[in-house]
């Protein structure tokens, strides 16, 4: 099975591109989908997550985000700490998953691909860029945020540039009806690889 990893900065238009391979007819794996919902329902994470962060990381059985998020936004090592507990858990949820799946190749879009050494695993790897102000101007309008904390996660990212020079396709996710079209030529340039 091909493994195309899709990635790009936050608010780039990760999850539109990959929407527009799957009705393409495309499986897709959203990586940070499917730890939100190993963490809700994982009996081993939730355990090890309050033995990292206390009693108060889940709240009536239900993870306390604005908690966490605070406590790793502060602390790096927390965050480290929480990745050591989930990715395991997804990669290996991904590896059953992909044996399930009936197609030419699928797509897996990851965040924060290159900075945890994700690339490695894929076949074919696609940035989704836009310049940073867009980014945040739409950041802004779909979530309850500030610039400030979008500009701190950014900070934490491989820049577009970085992350250019080790991609097989770059879709430039400024215009949708440009994007979609992007999307048409690299699936049919992928097939073509199949
Ligand atoms: P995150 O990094 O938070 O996971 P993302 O990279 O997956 O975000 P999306 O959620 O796909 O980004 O897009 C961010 C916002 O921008 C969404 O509200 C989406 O509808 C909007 N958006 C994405 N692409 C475009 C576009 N080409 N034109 C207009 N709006 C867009």
């Known amino acids: 099975m091909i493994i195309v990893g899709l990635t790009g900065g936050i608010g ?6 990959a929407k527009q ?18 963490m809700a329902k994982s009996k081993i994470i939730k355990r090890k997550l309050i033995q990292l962060f206390g009693k108060k990381a889940y709240i009536n059985d239900v993870l306390n985000k604005q908690f966490i998020a605070d406590i ?9 700490k929480m990745n050591a507990i989930i990715h395991p858990r997804v990669a290996k949820h991904f590896e059953k998953w992909v044996l399930k799946q009936d197609a030419p190749y699928i797509i897996k879009e990851v965040a924060i691909l290159f900075e945890n050494g994700g690339h490695t695993a894929c076949d074919y790897i696609i940035t989704v860029t836009a310049p940073k102000d867009l980014r945040i101007k739409r950041l802004l309008m779909r979530d309850n945020t500030t610039k400030n904390k979008i500009q701190a996660i950014m900070k ?8 250019i020079k080790y991609s097989h396709y770059i879709i430039d996710n400024v215009d949708m009806e440009i994007t979609k079209n992007q999307v048409v030529d690299i699936h049919k340039d992928i097939l073509k690889r199949a």
């Not at 780039?12 to 591109?17: A, C, D, I, Q």
């Not at 391979?21 to 190993?38: N, S």
């Not at 790793?72 to 480290?80: A, E, H, V």
């Open 156 to 163: 934490n990212q491989w820049t577009d540039e970085e992350k």
């Open 12 to 17: 780039s238009g990760k999850t539109t591109v």
């Open 72 to 80: 790793i936004f502060n602390d790096k090592t927390f965050l480290r």
């Open 21 to 38: 391979f799957e009705a393409l007819g495309i499986p897709v794996y959203i990586a940070d989908v499917e730890a939100k919902r190993l």
